[in-house]
C-alpha cells in the first residue's frame, strides 16, 4: 500500500492564482481530513469528510473549498490564493470501523503564495 | 475538547528513557489521551493512546495517572531517530477523529 499520497510536493503561487492539492489513499478508509500547519504551529483542520459524497468544515475553512467524488480521492481546492495561505498542507485519512482508527498523513505539499 | 499543556522543548540523552509530559486537567469522562509525533517535514504518525489504563506497544508507553488529569509518554531507549515533535491530544473517540494538533514537545535526542 502506498498509504497517502499528496500531490505536488511543493507549488509557488501569486496571489489571485488558483490550485487544486490532490490527496488519494489506497487503505479503503471513509474518512479523510485537510489539515495546514504554519512555520512552528500544530496543525488546523480545513475540511473534513466521513465518505464520498459527504464533507464538512473544520476550524479554519475560509479560502477552501474541497470535494469528495470517490472514496480515494479528496482534493483541496485554493480559488483566489494569498499570502497568508502560505502553509504546509497535510492530507490523512482513517478507517470508519469500530475502536480507535489512527490518523494516516501524507508527507504534505509546501506551499508559497507571493 | 479538553485542552492539553506539554513542556515546548525537551532533551534527552541516545539510550536514555525520554519522558514526555502531558497536563490534561479538564478531561472529560469520555475523552481519551492520543500521542502523534511529527519527524521533521513528515506528517504526522500515531504513537498510542489510551484510557485510563496504562498502555504499551512496540513504540512507547502511556501512562496515565488515576485522576486522568495528566499522563506520561515514554520512549524507553530513545534514539536520534525519535527526534520529533510529540503532540498530547485529548478529545472523545466518536468516529470521525477530528483531533486538535496544539504546539507539541520538540524533543532533541543527543549522542
Known amino acids: 500500500n502506498a498509504g497517502v499520497t499528496q500531490t505536488p510536493k511543493f507549488r509557488i503561487l501569486k496571489i489571485g492564482q488558483s490550485m487544486t492539492l490532490q490527496c488519494t489513499q489506497d487503505m479503503n478508509h471513509n474518512y479523510m481530513y485537510w489539515y495546514r500547519q504554519d512555520p512552528g504551529m500544530g496543525l488546523k483542520l480545513i475540511y473534513y469528510?466521513?465518505?464520498?459524497?459527504?464533507?464538512d468544515k473544520g476550524e479554519v475553512p475560509n479560502g477552501y473549498n474541497v470535494s469528495r467524488s470517490t472514496t480515494e480521492d479528496f482534493p483541496l481546492r485554493l480559488e483566489l490564493a494569498a499570502p497568508s495561505q502560505t502553509s504546509v498542507y497535510f492530507c490523512?485519512?482513517?478507517?470508519?470501523?469500530?475502536?480507535?482508527?489512527?490518523?494516516?498523513f501524507g508527507n504534505g505539499t509546501r506551499l508559497t503564495v507571493t | 475538547d479538553a485542552k492539553t499543556t506539554q513542556p515546548p522543548s525537551m532533551d534527552c540523552a541516545e539510550g536514555r528513557a525520554a519522558n514526555l509530559p502531558c497536563n490534561h486537567s479538564?478531561?472529560?469522562?469520555?475523552?481519551?489521551v492520543y500521542w502523534y509525533r511529527q519527524i521533521h517535514s513528515q506528517g504526522p504518525q500515531y504513537i498510542i493512546h489510551g484510557l485510563k489504563n496504562n498502555e504499551t506497544n512496540e513504540m512507547a508507553s502511556l501512562i496515565i495517572t488515576e485522576d486522568r488529569k495528566s499522563s506520561t509518554l515514554i520512549l524507553p531507549h530513545a534514539t536520534l531517530r525519535d527526534t520529533a515533535v510529540y503532540y498530547c491530544i485529548v478529545a472523545n473517540n466518536n468516529a470521525g477523529n477530528m483531533l486538535t494538533f496544539g504546539g507539541g514537545t520538540r524533543l532533541m535526542v543527543k549522542p
Open positions: 490523512a485519512s482513517s478507517d470508519s470501523g469500530t475502536g480507535y482508527s489512527p490518523l494516516h
Open positions: 479538564t478531561i472529560s469522562g469520555n475523552e481519551y
Open positions: 469528510s466521513v465518505g464520498a459524497g459527504i464533507t
